[in-house]
């Protein structure tokens, strides 16, 4: 299972997992674009992006809010991603894959990212990363 949705009151909230840190984060992306769209997005545009943290929680935030300004003020929507993180700076790559929004009958609209209820967390005994976020809609 790459990705669950949780019961919120009034916004979206998910828990996404991965074997890696950076597998956790691009799962995180992909129930973020599920919750407004549920179809195949085409893979016609390709996109890098870099963003820094001051923690696991703050490169989250940082980079999910990229991709949200991404689909804001560029219309992207996103379809595929490679995660490339740096613990030691807390930096994060990606190679992004996706196709112009207008494409699609988005049926939610994200405003926003929140720290509400967010972690990102190593389960050692699992041997996995497990994110938690919850989505202003």
Known sequence: ???KYLKHTADIKFQAFGKTLAECFENSSLAMFNA???GNVKRKIKKKIKVKGRDLESLLYNFLEELL???DSENFFLSRIKVYIN???LS???ELEGDEAKNYAISL???AVTYNEMFVKH???KNKYICQVVLDV
Do not use: G, I
Request: hydrophobic residues 45%.
């Open 1 to 3: 299972m790459k990705y």
């Open 36 to 38: 407004m769209y549920q």
């Open 69 to 71: 300004f991404l689909l």
């Open 87 to 89: 613990e030691k700076n």
């Open 92 to 94: 994060l790559s990606a």
């Open 109 to 111: 609209d994200v405003k």
């Open 123 to 125: 389960q050692r005994a």
